[in-house]
């Protein structure tokens, strides 16, 4: 794979200490995507930044660090250890980890998300994008609180919670019980939220959730979203995110565009005079 041809790789999400991860089963497959509770397994932050900064520059690729944590402490402190890293020219804050003092997820609440974003923001000169998460009770509302707050970008969307039952074992599928729910199951949620965040905010939206070819990466696109993420489908087509690339420029060709720019946000409605 020819991974200049890639805008970034986001890597998986990176916590201020080890973690071990949660018990097992962790994935369980559903028709039309994937149920994980991975548990953010991962060495540390300062492990990453020793272990794979070095990979990272002799490949040359573009790193964009998913931050996960418990407290605002945590944020800044994956952001700190990470900062100098080869590669690394983004952070991607996971706000869907729950808060240690009250338990509610950080992207649950505006005023939660938008304090780590600004703790972030000061932590660091790199972009901080902001992943939402679609269980939100208001995403409109946490998207808006992160742009006030300094966010350069939000990812639309994070999984979506879900649930498979053994019916032999009559118990659920995962160790944990539920779990998050990615794929092509997702993309109309995805496409929806993309379509109501593009309306309220002035910075740009990364799409995300079940992008699988260029089609799927167009209606987000049409919905706002100025770029794209492709997770899922690497599973079963490493080379999915080359496709949608040559699908688009295909798309580009065939419609005589000037570049795929051209299609974006044009599914929103008109601005009103």
Known sequence: ?????????????????????????????????ILNSIGLENPGATEVARKYGKAWAELGVAVIVNVAGYSVDDYVFVV???????????????????????????GCDPDLAAEVTRAVKAETDLPVIVKLTPNAPDVVAVARACEEAGADALTAINTVLGMRIDTRRRRPILGTGSGGLSGPAIRPIAVHITYQVAQAV???????????NAQDALEFLMAGASSVQVGTAT???PLAPLKVIEGLAAYVKEHSLASIRDVIGVALP???D
């Open 235 to 237: 599973f079963a087509d």
């Open 80 to 106: 700190h250890e990470m900062t100098g890293t080869p590669g690394v020219v983004a952070y991607e804050i996971n706000v869907s980890c729950p808060n240690v003092k009250g338990g509610m997820l950080f």
């Open 202 to 212: 002035s910075i740009p939206i990364i799409g995300a959730g079940g992008v699988t």
């Open 1 to 33: 794979m020819d991974v200049s041809r890639l805008g970034a790789f986001v890597n998986k999400g990176t916590t201020p200490a080890a973690r071990p991860g949660n018990a097992q089963y962790r994935v369980a497959e559903t028709p039309s995507g």
């Open 270 to 272: 008109a601005p009103e």
